[in-house]
């Protein structure tokens, strides 16, 4: 009897050892499908954000150009993603901000089992354009804060000190004095970073035929129609520090103290007589940082802000 009773437990227990393992097996494999649903999930998410975040960003550098122009190259970035379709709309304000907002449903595969075909995965991305406080690839020129910028009108740009008070004429020493340095500068933009508030020395002496050349290089290796100012990589755009004069000293200004940027496109060659460079200051959006209160001179940085 004692063994008949024996027996009997065994096989109780080992009938529940079945159950617990059915029951531990089924919950497993739900954690496994919730983990594979959750991943698939947070990987079509962290995709369609970067997704938004680069329409917002690309669209945002036509903020000072035309609408449509905002629109279109947001539809070209979602089409180069395949994600024209989630495209739930955009809300512009020009010379502000843009935001993109994009929807997509993904589809699901174990939370199928409890009705659950697919789920709803909604992204948003702001991008906005703000004064330029930092940046890099500027030219030695600069201008005085104090004179006024009407952007798309005509502007001469002194390079010698003929008819000049002060002994300046607003070139700088970018990376050091030197006709040389100059030069370089001016043909391929100063490579280190330039900040508000950065006290930056003069240059002095006579470098118009150095400009000369700058210039004559920008202008013929532009593949664009003279005047046209639109396309992102035309070398005739210039980027110029503003400035007020700092630590002037009778009549020599050795040194100036950076309050903005702005950008300045060349109009036209010069000839062996001139002394200026004629242009116009544009607003445009580049690449560098900002900073809050910095002063608006027409050249904007972009920044995403969701």
Do not use: C, W
């Given at each position: ?119 709803s995965v909604i992204v948003e991305a702001a991008a906005q354009v ?117 630590d002037q000293k009778s009549n020599q200004l050795k040194h100036i ?35 809050p209160g910095t002063v608006d001179k027409g050249a904007y940085a ?5």
């Amino acid at each position: 009897m004692l063994i008949r009773l024996g027996r009997k437990l065994i096989k109780e227990q080992r009938g529940s050892t079945i159950v617990l393992m059915g029951l531990s097996m089924l919950l497993l494999l739900t954690v496994v499908g919730l983990v594979v649903d959750g991943g698939t999930m947070y990987a079509s998410k962290s995709h369609l954000q970067k997704v938004a975040n680069a329409a917002a960003l690309s669209g945002a550098q036509e903020l000072t150009g035309q609408e449509a122009r905002v629109e279109e190259i947001i539809e070209d970035i979602l089409l180069q993603h395949h994600e024209e379709e989630s495209l739930v709309g955009t809300e512009v304000q020009m010379k502000s901000s843009v935001r993109v907002q994009l929807k997509k449903e993904v589809q699901l595969g174990f939370s199928r089992l409890f009705g659950n075909d697919s789920v709803s995965v909604i992204v948003e991305a702001a991008a906005q354009v703000m004064p330029m406080a930092v940046a890099s690839g500027a030219a030695p020129l600069g201008i005085d804060e104090s004179i006024p910028l009407i952007y798309n009108t005509t502007y001469k740009l002194k390079v010698d000190s003929s008819d000049v008070d002060t002994g300046y004429f607003g070139i700088l020493a970018l990376g050091g004095p030197g006709a040389n340095t100059y030069e370089s500068n001016l043909k391929y933009g100063y490579q280190n970073e330039i900040k508000i508030g950065d006290i930056i020395d003069t240059q002095t002496g006579n470098i118009a035929g150095k400009t000369r050349e700058g210039v004559k290089l920008r202008i013929d290796s532009d593949p664009y129609p003279p005047g046209d100012y639109s396309h992102r990589d035309s070398p005739r755009v210039i980027l110029i520090p503003v400035y007020r004069p700092y630590d002037q000293k009778s009549n020599q200004l050795k040194h100036i103290e950076v309050t903005g940027f702005a950008y300045f496109y060349i109009l036209e060659p010069m000839s062996s007589k001139d002394t200026s460079i004629t242009g116009m200051f544009i607003e445009r959006t580049g690449t560098g940082f900002t900073k809050p209160g910095t002063v608006d001179k027409g050249a904007y940085a972009i920044k995403l802000v969701e």
